[in-house]
């Protein structure tokens, strides 16, 4: 099962975002598309996810194009999990979560025993089944994420597409959360994610992609792609790579600046 | 195992508690309705109101006299009112609570996008031309779609057809019928029509007659059930357009099916009983304080509430003063109080 966007354009007003960026998630791999601002990464999640229509370009699904998939399939197929928000009613977390079943069960057919037990596996997968009763608008930011993640679970999507997945989450969320989403990927889920931190795919992630000037300007293995010139030419900022006494690449850190 | 137990209850609404939670709203209108039927002028005790309804059911022996008395009493006189009072009440609250979950807002009420508005200039134009109650009806009717259509027009013409724009589109909307209701009070004899205009506005349950209820009764049953059924979609767009895609749920026809059956329902509740406010803003509140924010089993049990509420209005209305008090004045005064107390309970599921 491969979601593969080919060659995308698009732009708002005239203003081009994208001009020409291919992307593949395929199950299996956790993939982190790096990019500065206003590059166009949620726009180029959006449509993978057929939620905006590219100007030019084509996004196919195990072969096929988008638009050849109904929408409740895609669903069954794929799951996106936005930023963390806050919903304006006070639904519980396992309300949340129980709506990835209504690809399954359409919109008149009301959740069975077969969809509760559904969630409830995915919340004790996350380990957030000790908040299932709780108000999603009150537990933290980590627990919501999650909850969102629990909902693309339930969904019984393969591939799972997450706009900055650690946005606004604590270091040890942030760890916690990446924890997760590394043995999703180990389990047989195909992840793709945004991510402003270019420490963070350093490890544990298969494939990084760099989007810059509107297309993915290199993807590959993280030792490969993420070398210091490549963080000068996203970021214009001049980094040091460091590793461990074995080799291990761990961090970035900024190049102190002659005064 | 153990885990499993302690947490199961959430996903299964079908523990003991949940399902008399469930029952607590139809009982409150059917109690409310019985109660309807036996206060007024000449009162009825309630258990006979009951053998009364039995006896036309035919399951139920009763004294012929007694039996024609309480039939123009009941059927002929309170059977109107209660239908329309239960119609119009659990019409509004259902689209109030539609509305609060397509526009993700719980301070929305079914007249944001200008129905309200429209169907008062639209009656005061009714009024205007002869005062025919039909005509003041079916402009109240059509007024209220035209300025729901303007404003959803406004909404795609110039943002997509977006949340925001369709608030906007509704406000714009709102201001031009509102404008019109003013010229059409400033044209108005003063002393004729600029009376009815105003009454008219405060609403009241008392013009319903049953003939004029039929038609109106079948597509408000319809819409209300409708709106029922949308709960669950409903429940996806409250997260978001792009989630709600996300999750299959096909975003613009469910807002535009919602939008059109939440005005025709309004509409027509203006065309029966005037202007009635604050209904479909509060009863949803209490409806989601019992049942919680799913909105599958939250409509169901707001157009219930809805009935409840107006009900026990249209009594007030009737009974506690000489001269009955307009309905939308009795609504509005109980709002109030029962907002405040919604207030404190919800405030914590807002941020």
Redesign the interface.
Same mark, same amino acid.
């Given at each position: 099962m491969i979601l593969a966007a080919h060659d995308i354009r698009f732009g708002y007003q005239r203003r081009p975002v994208l001009t020409g960026a291919s992307l593949e998630l395929d199950a299996g791999e956790l993939v982190c598309l790096l990019g500065i601002n206003g590059a166009g990464k949620s726009t180029l999640l959006?449509i993978m996810?057929?939620?905006q229509r590219p100007e030019h370009g084509l996004v196919t699904l195990d072969g096929a194009p988008l638009t050849n998939w109904?929408?409740?399939? =895609?669903?069954?197929l794929?799951?996106?999990v936005?930023q963390v928000?806050? /919903?304006?009613?006070?639904?519980? +977390?396992?309300?949340?979560a129980?709506?990835?079943r209504?690809?399954a069960n359409g919109?008149?057919r009301?959740p069975g025993?077969a969809d =509760?037990d559904c969630?409830?596996g995915v919340?004790?997968q996350l380990g957030i /089944?000790?908040l299932?009763?709780r +108000?999603y608008?009150?537990v933290s930011g980590g627990e919501r994420q999650l909850t969102l993640i629990a909902r693309a679970l339930a969904?019984e999507a393969q591939l799972l597409v997450m706009d900055e997945p650690l946005a606004g989450l604590d270091y040890g969320n942030q760890i916690r959360l990446l924890d997760r989403l590394e043995r999703l990927a180990a389990d047989g889920y195909g992840v793709l994610m945004t991510t402003h931190d270019p420490n963070q795919p350093l490890s544990g992630c298969q494939r990084v992609a760099l989007l810059i000037d509107g297309s993915v300007a290199a993807q590959g293995a993280p030792a490969e792609v993420l070398t210091p010139a490549a963080i000068y030419r996203l970021y214009g900022v001049s980094v040091d790579l460091l590793r461990t006494a074995d080799g291990r690449e761990i961090a970035f850190r900024p190049v102190a600046t002659a005064q | 195992m153990t885990e499993i137990a302690s947490t199961s209850a959430p996903y299964a609404p079908s523990t003991a508690t949940a399902r008399m939670l469930w029952l607590v709203a139809p009982v409150l209108a059917l109690a409310a309705a019985l109660a309807a039927l036996s206060f007024g002028a000449y009162p009825v005790p309630v258990w006979e109101v009951m053998h009364f309804l039995l006896a036309y059911a035919g399951l139920a022996a009763m004294e012929p006299d007694r039996y024609a008395l309480l039939y123009n009493l009941i059927v002929e006189i309170r059977l109107p009112r209660v239908l329309a009072a239960i119609l119009v009440g659990a019409a509004l609250s259902v689209s109030g609570a539609s509305y609060q979950a397509l526009f993700r807002n719980p301070l929305v009420s079914p007249g944001l996008l200008g129905v309200l508005a429209g169907a008062s200039a639209g009656a005061a134009i009714g009024i205007l031309l002869d005062g025919n109650w039909f005509l003041v009806q079916a402009g109240a009717f059509l007024m209220g779609l035209a300025a729901v259509g303007i404003g959803v027009g406004i909404a795609h013409l110039f943002g997509g057809g977006s949340i925001i724009m369709l608030i906007l589109g509704g406000i714009l909307s709102g201001a031009l019928f509102s404008t019109l209701l003013t010229v059409m009070k400033y044209l108005a004899d003063p002393y004729s029509q600029l009376p009815s205009i105003v009454y008219w506005l405060m609403g009241s349950l008392g013009q319903a007659n049953i003939d004029d209820m039929a038609w109106a009764a079948v597509p408000m049953l319809l819409g209300i059930l409708l709106l029922c059924f949308m709960g669950r979609a409903l429940d996806a767009l409250a997260m978001g357009d792009d989630e709600a895609r996300a999750l299959g749920v096909p975003v613009k026809t469910v807002r535009l099916v919602t939008i059109a059956t939440a005005t025709l329902i309004s509409a027509l509740t203006v065309s029966i009983a005037g202007m009635i406010g604050w209904i479909g803003l509060i009863v949803p509140h209490i409806a989601r304080l019992l049942m919680g924010p799913g909105n599958s089993r939250l409509l169901p049990a707001a157009a219930c509430l809805g009935a409840a509420f107006l009900l026990i209005a249209d009594s007030f209305a009737r009974n506690f003063f000489s001269t009955e008090l307009p309905i939308g004045i009795v609504t509005e005064l109980l709002g109030i109080p029962v907002f405040l107390f919604v207030l404190s309970r919800v405030r914590r599921g807002w941020t």
């Open positions: 959006r996810l057929g939620l109904s929408r409740r399939q =895609l669903a069954q794929v799951a996106y936005p928000h806050i /919903a304006p009613f006070p639904y519980t +977390v396992a309300q949340v129980l709506l990835g209504l690809p919109l008149f009301a025993s =509760l969630v409830h919340l004790a /089944a000790h299932a009763k +108000v608008t009150e969904q | -």
